[in-house]
């Protein structure tokens, strides 16, 4: 497993905005696939928003429009935008990678938004 390193997260209001960071040494030359999961405390682990190494995205419905996914590969970084935050988004958000030779795992970084 290789360490990844979470940061950005904090508290906000509902209706602001946060940008999470996330630095995964060797995910652009092993040509990852980045994901960002969430967990809401006592609940199970979600999938948020996945980026492949192409540049294509994905979102869960429930954050489609108001986040968005990126990656400098030059830095080995991805983001998570997230916008118009909502209570239901607080949780602990971790950066993963998927594909060969990819085993990318962060410790989490959490996010709590209050109305």
């Known amino acids: 497993e290789v360490q990844a390193e979470e940061s950005g997260g904090g508290s906000v209001q509902t209706g602001g905005s946060l940008t999470l960071s996330c630095t995964a040494p060797?995910?652009?030359?092993?040509?990852?696939?980045m994901i960002w999961y969430r967990q809401p405390a006592g609940e199970q682990r979600e999938w948020v928003s996945s980026?492949?190494?192409?540049?294509?995205?994905n979102y869960r419905d429930y954050v489609k429009g108001r986040f968005t996914i990126s990656t400098d590969k030059s830095k080995d970084m991805v983001f998570l935008q997230m916008n118009n935050l909502k209570p239901e988004d607080t949780a602990i958000y971790t950066c993963?990678?998927?594909?060969?030779?990819?085993?990318?795992w962060g410790r989490g970084t959490q996010v709590t938004v209050s109305s």
């Open positions: 993963a990678s998927f594909g060969v030779n990819c085993n990318h």
């Open positions: 060797g995910f652009a030359s092993r040509a990852c696939t």
């Open positions: 980026i492949t190494i192409n540049g294509d995205t």
